[in-house]
Structures are given as C-alpha cells and as structure tokens.
C-alpha cells in the first residue's frame, strides 16, 4: 500500500503542482492517475521514486516514509517504465532487462534464465531479440522491453509514465490487453499515469481523477463512470460515459436463467412458453441454435423451427456487457445466449434486461 | 634515408644543405610525436574531467564559464602562448607541451559536454529510476553513451597539436618544427620541407587511424 500524506509539490508560489493531496494507493491492484496536462499526474507518480521532492507532506510505502529509505534500495525495488521507454541505446535488449538484476549483484546464470522468461512474458521469442540493440526494435517492440525491463527484478510496486502514449492506435490496444494479462498473473501493485480515458477504464482497478493538483475523484471505474462527483469528471469521462462502463462489466453479471430445449425431443417439452424464442441444445447440451415457439411454427417438426446459431452471435463468458450490446446491435436481435469455451451453455443476455440495470443506475444517481 | 634525402636534393639541387643538422628524420618524427602524445594525453584527461564535472548538478553553475574560457583560449595565438609559458617553464619541451595542452583543451572539452548533454533525458532518468548511483551514471550509462563525440574530440585536437607542435621549435622544443624554422631563418625551403612533409603525413595519417577506431564504436 502507497500512502499519500498531505502532499504537496509547489515549484514556487505561482506553480503549485500537486495541493494537498491524501490517498491511498491499495497493494496488488492497478491505480491509474488521470487527468488533463499539468494537473499533476505525473508529479504525483514520480514523487514515489523520489524523482520529484514532495515539498511537503510524507509518502509511505507499507508503513514506511520513502524520504527516510536509502533511495538506490528504494528505487531498486520499483519498476519503472517512463513514457519514451528510455532504453539504453548502447546497450542489447538483455543487458536492458539485467540493469536492476546487475545493480543487485545477481549471478550471471539467474539472470540469463530471468531474462528469457521476461521476454517470454511480453511476448518476445528471446533467441531472436536478446541480442538486439534498441534502434532495431519497432516501437511496440520498445515498448514491451521497457515494461519486461521494470519486471526484472521482481518488485512490488511499479510505476509507468504513460507507457503507450508513444505506440499507434492499433499497439496500444494490443499492449494494454497483453499488459492486462500480465497483471493478472503477478498482481503487482502498480500506479499508471496517462491521460487516455479509454485506456484508464480498460486497464484499471481504481481511477484518480486528477485536476489543478487535485484529485477529485478515487474510486473505482464502475462508480466513476455511473456517479462522477463533479461536472470535470462527468465532462472528462466523456458522452458515452454509459457505454465505457459497460465495458467494464462481465456479461456474467447480467446473465439471465433461460429455458431450453432439447432438439431430439418433440413440443410438448415446452408447455406453454411465455418467451418468443427458446434456445435449443443438442444431446450433448451444446448450444446449437433457437426455435421459434410461436403457433404457426408449432405446426412443424421441431428440427424444422430450428434456426442455427453463427459463431459469432455467441457470447463468452468473459466478454463485456458492451460486447453483448454491440453484437445485438449488430446482428438485430433482442438477446444472446452466453456459451463456455466448452460449449455448455450458461444462460442469455438480454436487451431489456441491460436497460433495466443501467436505468436503475441511473435513478440511483 | 638516403631516399629522403636525394628526393630532397633532387627539389633543391642548389642548396648545399637539404638535411637540417638537428637529427635523422626519425628522431625529428619521434620529438615530434612525443610532445603530441604527451599533450593530447593531457587534454583529454583534462578535458574529459572538466568535461564531466561541469555536467554535474553542482558543477553546472561554471558550464557557461568553462565553455567561454575555453573558446577564448582558443584565440590565442599559439606563439603568443609559448612567449607567456617560457618565463613560467623556461625553454623546450615543458612549456611547448603547455600550450598544447591549451589549444588541444577545447575540442574536447566541447565534445565531452555536447556528448553527455546530448544524451535524452529519458535515458538518464531512467537509469536513474532504477536505482543508479550518481557514478553509475555516468561510467555505464553517460561516458559509454559521450563515447564516439568524445573520440571525435580527440581526433580533432590530435591532428591540430600535429600543425601546432611544429611551433615548439622557436623556443627549442626540436621536432619537425626545428628544419621548418631553421630553414625559414637560413631562407633554406629544403629545410621547411623536410619538416612540413613529414608533419602533414603524420596528420593525415593521425586522423584517418583515430577516424577508424572512432568508426568502430558507432558500428557497435
């Protein structure tokens, strides 16, 4: 846990970068600090390392006030990756990677091993780029070799500058999701800068909404987009405010019990069904399509109602709610079914049932 | 030798001397290298260090100081460094040595501050935020990243202490200088080249080796 004390950075009395701020950054999760240019995101990060010199005011790392640590230890035992990577140029890709190893006299032999499985972690095959220098890696590659760099000797704590701010579009995405993964396996505690909102709502366990060297808001994505505090935050989580968050959300969560039937068996397993549709399985209880229930279609054989599922009208448990909402924009039905990589089919996801919720929301605002 | 000095006879057929008396070619060449060797030596550890201290934070306050100094010095003729060193160094090889030092100093100087303030501070910061000491800073990150523009710096001050040395020989430092001055006294242009030929050859031959090595850095 990173503890922020009454800090303050003023550089002098006209520029005060971060007034007064008090926090707590929780230990294994991802706190992201976000805001506009020169509201005092990355004053505040840097502070942590002791880059930047709070001018008043204690940080405490587990208890412990950072100003009073040795502050080659301190910063030993925080990864560090800075917004244009800052890999060393005269250096390879592994001699990179080993600093920290190096500075903490690690024996040669567990360092090779440590740096191919860093490199295997951000997805790069080490017999290939070990031994490259910085200018012949593309700057995703850069990228990941920065963030494997901050991994190597296993700190707690890490801290990133707005490490894809210099990636296209396109990297980004693909970085964030596999940085994402990592996260998951390490659990690290790790605090983000960057001022992209999207990224913020893909990445973080807690968002700090950062303005004029305040924050204005600590809390989690889910609560900062359904009740922003202020107008600042409600105008910085932008129009599709809705949306963002139920990219947040599993479909797991709004899943909805939904009757079934076998297709080997007849009509009168039904009853008299309420619903439009019901979703029909095989024997083995995958999911292969829906049937229409209505009288006219009644008439016919059940195989003959049965309209197949395409592959990509089936909801995986781990997708968004914003996933489920887009595809049935897309493919113009009023629900999903949701199907475990196995094929067992665990329930659907409906429109009205997604309205619902988020108008709940809303009136609890 | 003999082939120096009856290509020098074949130029000036009418001169009745075309060898200065003062030594072999090789000695010429050897008193000539010595004080360039001996005075780059110098700069660049004077350089390199003056170089490196005024990039550190609390050095920085004398960089516009330094830099100006040693632009200025520079300026000076080289004769006119040599007729202040004499009363301090008395006559020959120490005071020659000085003013070698002065005017190879700034090249680099120069290059030294350039190659470390050229390096993105993200680099350092870096380096830095990993827990580096100040001194790890600068011997594994900063120097190796100054290296090729240093080098540069020191191929540039090599060869102009090559031309400049040739001075010395007005207050009897010897080397190529000492045909050169002695043949422009005794109006003797055999004399001059058989210190210019030489001098230019070393200078050429100075600048292409340290060109090389300078190269094989940056391929790295």
């Not at chain 1, 596999?178 to 913020?200: M, P």
Request: glycine share 8%; hydrophobic share 45%; proline share 5%.
């Amino acid at each position: 846990m990173i503890r922020f004390e009454k800090v303050t950075k003023e550089y002098d009395e006209e520029t005060v970068a971060v007034k007064d701020i008090t926090f707590e950054i929780p230990s294994r999760e991802l706190t992201v600090l976000i805001g506009p240019s020169g509201c005092g995101k990355t004053t505040t990060l840097k502070m942590i390392n002791r880059i930047i010199r709070p001018t008043a005011g204690r940080i405490l790392i587990d208890g412990s006030d950072v100003t009073e640590m040795d502050i080659r230890q301190l910063r030993r035992g925080i990864g560090y990756v800075i917004q244009n990577v800052g890999l060393f140029p005269h250096m390879s890709v592994k001699d990179n990677i080993a600093t920290v190893p190096k500075l903490l006299k690690w024996e040669r032999s567990k360092i090779d091993v440590r740096v191919d499985e860093l490199l295997q972690l951000v997805g790069l095959e080490p017999k290939s780029y070990a031994n490259k220098l910085p200018k012949e890696l593309s700057g995703g590659e850069a990228q990941r070799v920065g963030v494997a760099r901050a991994l190597a000797a296993d700190p707690p704590i890490i801290l990133m500058d707005e490490p894809f701010g210099a990636v296209d579009p396109l990297t980004r995405v693909r970085l964030q999701d596999e940085f994402a993964r990592i996260q998951e396996e390490l659990h690290k505690t790790i605090v983000f800068v960057t001022h992209d909102i999207d990224e913020a709502i893909r990445l973080a366990d807690k968002i700090a909404v950062m303005k004029g060297g305040r924050i204005l808001q600590f809390d989690t994505p889910e609560e900062i987009l359904a009740r922003p505090v202020e107008k600042f935050v409600h105008d910085f989580m932008g129009s599709d405010r809705a949306l963002k968050r139920l990219s947040r959300i599993p479909v797991l969560e709004y899943i909805e019990k939904s009757e079934t039937i076998d297709i080997n068996g007849g009509w009168e397993q039904l009853g008299v069904a309420k619903e439009e549709f019901v979703w029909a399985l095989d024997d083995s209880k995958k999911l292969i399509g829906w049937v229409d229930v209505s009288h006219s279609s009644r008439e016919l054989p059940l195989r003959e109602a049965l309209t197949e599922m395409l592959e990509e009208e089936i909801l995986s448990p781990d997708s968004t709610v914003k996933e489920a909402l887009s595809r049935m924009l897309e493919s113009g039905t009023m629900a999903l079914p949701v199907v475990e990589r196995s094929g067992r089919f665990l329930g659907q996801i409906s429109l009205s049932k997604i309205q619902e919720l988020t108008k709940s929301d809303r009136e609890e605002e | 030798m003999a082939l120096w000095e009856s290509f020098l006879r074949w130029l000036f057929p009418e001169e009745r001397e075309v060898l200065h008396p003062r030594g072999t070619l090789l000695e010429l060449v050897g008193e000539h290298l010595w004080m360039v060797i001996v005075s780059s030596g110098l700069a660049t550890v004077v350089g390199i260090s003056i170089g490196v201290l005024v990039t550190r934070p609390l050095g920085r306050q004398y960089l516009p100081l330094v830099s100006n100094l040693s632009s200025l010095g520079q300026t000076f003729p080289p004769v006119a460094v040599l007729a202040l060193a004499v009363p301090l160094l008395g006559f020959g090889f120490k005071p020659t040595v000085a003013a070698l030092l002065l005017y190879g100093l700034l090249p680099i100087l120069r290059n030294t501050i350039t190659g470390i303030e050229n390096i993105p501070s993200e680099v350092r910061e870096a380096a830095y935020g990993m827990g580096m000491s100040s001194w790890q800073v600068l011997f594994k990150i900063e120097l190796p990243l100054a290296l090729k523009v240093i080098m540069s710096g020191i191929r540039i001050s090599v060869v102009i202490n090559i031309g400049t040395a040739t001075v010395g020989a007005t207050i009897g430092a010897g080397g190529l200088g000492s045909p050169i001055t002695a043949g422009l006294v005794s109006e003797n242009p055999a004399f001059i080249l058989e210190g210019a030929i030489p001098a230019a050859l070393l200078a050429f031959s100075a600048d292409s080796l340290l060109g090389n090595i300078e190269k094989s850095f940056s391929s790295e």
